[in-house]
């Protein structure tokens, strides 16, 4: 499988960045879930540019739903989602140089020269938009069933913000935020460094941190399909990622296992854990504690510095300056792509352990 | 899929730490390759405990290959691999009360209390023993194929080793080491404080850092199947790891676009980086580059401290104390588990790109 | 997986009857690949309902490749294709009483009355052209690299085709054939067969044979992908197929195996064998000789006499007569959608063994 | 996946005829299932050849499982059971002279020659020893859950067995028969067509006929995963299947709309329809009325007659005579396959539909 993830619920992504429009085919759904359009167009709103900290290529994402939602609510059958591609300037890119940092060199090394490379074409970070559409679905399946998702900006250069509290509450006031960090002061200061970094032509990156509440215990398979597994190999189709831990992930390098483990208590007829070191999970099934993980972002690759390339047509070496809009750092809009992946991933291991029909949908 | 992991190299993992034998069955291996059965050997001594920094359960690990092999070569049909347990101690382990940070309470949510509880049953870390088995022949694989698979304890209990220098120089180094460290001082400290801990009945954590040379660039797929999202899935089956990162990982959170960038040079016809913060992947493919990444290992949770625990049956609080043989570490026996997965994991993209004969196996 | 099929070269549907569009991702092609859009068009064609035969909802289907294809050629990407539902009459359809020999009861079932119910919704004969539409990519592949497929109406309400000759000329025969029979005279017994039912307000079934040229040896897997199992597999997606054989088939009960056995004979330095009663196919796995097999079509459910069913709102017995416009026959029309689905198939199949990249695009 | 078959449970299967053991891995299998031994070695029974009319090679098939079960249950982990070769005598093969009708030379075409060939290495008929010890498991599970399986020869060398009847009378009467037939007189004429084809060298085919009832509504998938299609796939892995048909099949071909459509009745406040023409399957998915399906089973390619081969050494053509022990008829063996096959089949869409635990265990 190579653009489609999932067993029983299962996303299929299609499109590049400079086609017509850019899609995905979200199948396994449960029949009869009420489909509420406002909330996938405010999650991808989230994901859209906003303001100095983005790039200026701003799109209304005006999403169809073209099959599987009737009346309303889903019907049981596939729902594909298709987004135009409008706010498009192919002129700023051409195929002889491949950006460094981005997968211009890969696609040609896989695609032979033959890919689509006008903005990146089907690498562009434009296609987690129908990721975020379909996630949005999964989080309002999630929602009807008391599963709630919030990811924040834990470190952006170097400025850290608060740690999760009381998750519930910052759950929520994660929200809708469109620069989602816990403290307000951390929150202006990265927002001034990203800034800082566009005036010098450059970019920064970070660590967003999630948090999932409200998972039952013994969901996951040992071995090959923990729930850390699924997780990081979904988070890590998200651009940027490249490193993904869990619970106290590279801190446990320095923690002995008398500071690691979780001890378990009784509390009101329920096992809880008295720490949450393992972020809800050990063997690789969810303890019914809440899931923690955390994944590093890499400062976007599309910088104005020059660069060193190689021209592919002649192979000579040349420098490599770019043109066009880009994001001096895309953190910020990569939380609701965290969470919308979070909830498909958690979603399908429901379906798998409970059914297709598993949800309470009313 | 549950113990089966792949898509055109697959493989299957049965057993459970106190029964008859453990096994997996290895899938799709291209015909004709000679298999070394000293070189499992070889790799399952790499795995198994030695000396006082290890578990007093040694076992021999007298494998079985029962199908897939005729005349010393690959037949192109699934190969049975089977390791019979010996050296069982049932009645070091009772049901009751689940070991924190274990995955005993874990499986009592999934399987409602049928799961096999002795050594963690199907859970136990012995299960990597048949990972292991067909990671070698993934190896020989790769090998034939001229790519080299190494990984060292970057860091344990806060000790560092030497960061990789030449790669292959080095991946041949930590060839049939015991304790894979690069460093001869390191080596000494870091297991100084493994019987350290041992004495305090407690456990120690690391990291463990891999490096691939001779992969061909084009490998992989782009969004779900990257060679970054497969790689983590796998990783995270080894019990233990809490998190995978690729190149500089976490680290790019502080850096900027313009250090983590790697720019690109034409050298002998080839297309090189200058750098390799990327860790040899791009947009989820390969670039021809070393692969880099790092495995993040929890302690051993299977300490000596009186630790909290609640009865199953009575749902009662109550204190733990563990007895049986246990490690204060097994990163360094985790080493091998970390090259056999990443051999099949690439060896799976190898033959999925390029067939299932692929292989130069002469 | 539920509305995708295939491994390395992979089919995901969706849409419904009465949609604004239909529409198929085609992902794991090969890049390079020329498109002949207007060969698109033609399969689109020979799908479409033609004359007094067929039903009265014609529609254009004019296609759309949203993805997947730059300046002419695959990008190795995924392939979106979308086709609008034009020609619709909701208003024919109503929900409470299913139709016999439909899916609205089973849709019902399972999909707790959410299904879009309007001309059989997602069960509709109508998703059969991005079948097409994908099918047609997957047939130049497979005549770029030598391989032909052809289909003929074996048998329609008790006359016979004749049996197929020199398969290379029949093929080419059968090529563009709106009707595809062999012998002329059969073609007009068949279609006044069809007229006929038409006329009584019925329908009738028959069987479609399919030869296929070209295939090399050694492609298929034993035990569980056999050739045989993957594609009967995907036939029994066409709606209406109600039996798959190969070679003999079912006649196979009335032979002993010294009649049915395929001797062996070196011919040009290749074994080829002196008879094909095993249609190709040996143990799962071609040999090399045509593949030959054989779908039983049922006739077409939707016909105009007054039938059976139930009102599931008041699970009272009513009696249903039929409004709308429908097919007398459909054995014709779904001959293109065999060719498809068996195109697909066997280009997995050999992408699978020679690697994504196996064919000679030019 | 080659050797691994289904999407919750899956079974993965491997050995070689006169290898050590043969052996399959049963995976998502829900937990606590009272295993019962006994019923398994009945089942094996079943499949072992018995009297004139069989192979003389009998195996005691002393199966053993080694993994997934404890106290007598199932642990939900997965269940690897292994049966060792004992009879073997491999001096009967050669390599050189590929057996019509067998594996022989499309083995040779996919392995390169390295295959196992002795008693036909991988491709045995052995390995449906392994496919019935899981079924049987299959089986008790569906019965705790009310769905019983039932096959008997329809057709063997053109003698013909009653037709169905009532069919859980039917299914108790063919329970343990050696010879599953439901007409005694049926059962003697074929029996004698058995022993004539014997005495003559050669051997006969047949048709299987399989009646499920219990079944819910509501299962399957439109499209691909149709019942029909993972049915069919699942059971043309039976080595000698070559043709499956579902309801009146190929039959279909020549009736019309108005004599094919089951109408719909409610009955005590349930849908059943008034016919079973289309097998209890309509769209793909189960409509609660029992599945009725034929499989096509081709007479036993080892006969003893002279036969043309080719030394695929020498590439010259050669006459072959077989010798060793071989049956004249394998279609009342294969049957307790064909309930295992559709047994482990349905059983996974009732846990992909319902949910791993889905079963009323006890």
């Not at 609510?73 to 140089?97: A, E, F, H, Q, W």
């Not at 378990?264 to 096992?271: E, I």
């Not at 880009?326 to 969470?339: E, F, Q, S, T």
């Amino acid at each position: 499988m190579k653009n489609t993830f999932g067993s029983s619920v299962t996303m299929t992504l299609f499109g590049e960045s400079h086609g017509s429009e850019i899609g995905v085919v979200l199948d396994g759904v449960a029949p009869g879930l009420l489909i509420d359009e406002d909330f996938i167009r405010s999650q991808l709103y989230l994901r859209r540019p906003h303001g100095k900290i983005s790039t200026a290529r701003v799109e209304d994402d005006p999403f169809r739903i073209v099959s599987g939602v009737f009346e309303g609510r889903t019907t049981g059958t596939p729902i594909c989602i298709l987004i135009p591609n409008t706010n498009t300037r192919s002129g700023d890119y051409s195929k002889g140089l491949p950006r460094p940092g981005h997968a211009d060199y890969t696609a040609e090394c896989k695609y032979h020269g033959y890919q689509d490379y006008r903005g990146g074409g089907h690498f562009s970070g434009r296609l987690t938009a129908p990721i975020v559409a379909a996630g949005a679905i999964a989080l309002m399946m999630l929602r009807k069933n008391g599963i709630e998702i919030g990811t924040h900006i834990k470190t952006l250069a170097g400025i850290e913000d608060r740690p999760f509290g009381h998750l519930q509450t910052d759950i929520e006031l994660l929200g809708d935020a469109l620069f989602p960090v816990l403290r307000e002061s951390s929150a202006l200061a990265m927002q001034q460094a990203i800034e800082q970094a566009a005036q010098d032509g450059d970019s920064v990156g970070g660590v967003l941190e999630t948090a999932v509440i409200g998972m039952p215990c013994g969901v996951g398979e040992p071995w090959f399909d923990t729930v850390e597994g699924v997780l990081s190999h979904a988070l890590f189709s998200i651009p940027a990622v490249k490193g993904v831990e869990f619970g106290e992930g590279f801190a446990f390098a320095d923690m002995r296992g008398s500071e690691a483990n979780d001890g378990l208590r009784a509390v009101g007829g329920k096992v809880v854990t008295t720490t949450n070191h393992n972020g809800g999970i050990n063997g690789g099934i969810t303890n019914g504690m809440p899931i923690l993980f955390r994944c590093a972002v890499k400062p976007t690759p599309s910088i104005f510095c020059e660069q060193d390339s190689v021209n592919l047509q002649t192979m000579q070496n040349e420098t490599l300056t770019l043109k066009g809009r880009h994001d001096p750092a895309i953190i910020h809009r990569a939380r609701v792509v965290v969470d919308s992946i979070t909830a498909l991933v958690l979603w399908d291991f429901l379906a798998q352990r409970f059914g297709t029909d598993f949800a309470d949908i009313d």
